[in-house]
């Protein structure tokens, strides 16, 4: 998630658009095709329905470039079915097919430090350090990085807005609310929410860049709070980490037990 922001800027400042015309008969005809959500009414659909995106050359870049990324750490070499007429792109679903075959024969503290690896090779030599001069954990750092987390994280976790939150006692406009996170949507999977997106995320911010985050999923609505200052608590002491399966959606969920096996240690 965080190359996005040192290395991609120009390309997510607005949704790609292309247009056509044709003549003929006198008549004109025009095309328009809008990057991101596809929903007619721009917001994410409706809990238990699949929310429709049109992903762009750049978007589907970074899905390609993350993705084989992590592909070098799975144990699995086999790759979904290529499909469109840019195959050596990859479309959102190969993406997090990618995520869940980094998952198998792993466990949770393995799974997010494939993830750090993963944020640490997308990055510049010495961009860590250069980040801490940058960005000192502030509130003006903390709205900022608050504010171009909504256009760049689109094409990963769908669309979200800037929000008053109260950290240390001091409201700032340092909060994100993503309406319904398309990562957690298309996977399906608590594991990989927490292990491959939450946790390591988190980690990477306060512990690499010295910036205190805190990503609060909600697993009703598959809604998420990221609040940028605050630091995030162990573990053992997070909610997420007695959160069960969804059962009637998860590939890998295990009905027999109280709580997701992949936070498991």
């Known amino acids: 998630m965080v190359v996005l922001k040192l290395q991609s800027a120009q390309f997510f400042t607005a949704p790609c658009e292309i247009r056509s015309r044709k003549r003929g ?6 095309r328009i095709i809008r990057c991101g959500i596809a929903e007619a009414s721009g917001e994410p659909a409706p809990l238990g329905q699949k929310t429709k995106y049109n ?24 790759q979904t079915k290529k499909i469109g007429w840019w195959d ?7 993406f997090v097919d990618a995520s869940k075959r980094v998952m198998q024969g792993k466990n949770r503290m393995q799974q997010q430090l494939v993830v750090r690896e993963v944020l640490l090779s997308m990055l510049p030599p010495g961009a ?4 801490r001069k940058l960005f000192p954990p502030t509130k003006w750092a903390c709205e900022f990085n608050a504010s171009i987390t909504v256009p760049f994280f689109q094409w990963l976790v769908g ?13 700032q406009r340092s909060g994100v609310h993503i309406k319904k996170c398309r990562y957690l949507e ?15 995320t988190q980690d990477f911010f306060t512990n690499e860049f010295g910036l205190p985050l805190t990503m609060n999923p909600n697993f009703e609505d598959m809604s998420c709070e990221m609040i ?12 997420v980490s007695k959160q ?22």
């Open 244 to 265: 069960p399966c969804y059962k009637d959606i998860c590939s890998m969920s295990n009905p027999s037990s109280s709580l997701c096996p992949k936070l498991l240690a």
């Open 128 to 131: 860590p350090a250069q980040f």
């Open 159 to 171: 669309p979200s807005e800037v929000v008053e939150v109260e950290v240390n006692g001091i409201k």
């Open 228 to 239: 940028y200052g605050q630091v995030p608590p162990l573990f053992e002491e997070d909610p």
């Open 186 to 200: 298309n996977s399906g999977c608590v594991g990989m929410c927490v292990n491959m997106c939450k946790i390591p």
């Open 25 to 30: 008969n006198g008549q004109k005809f025009s």
């Open 55 to 78: 992903d762009g050359p750049f978007e589907k870049v970074f899905m390609t470039l993350f993705a084989k990324k992590m592909e070098r750490y799975a144990n699995s070499k086999e």
């Open 88 to 94: 050596f792109l990859y479309d959102y679903e190969r």
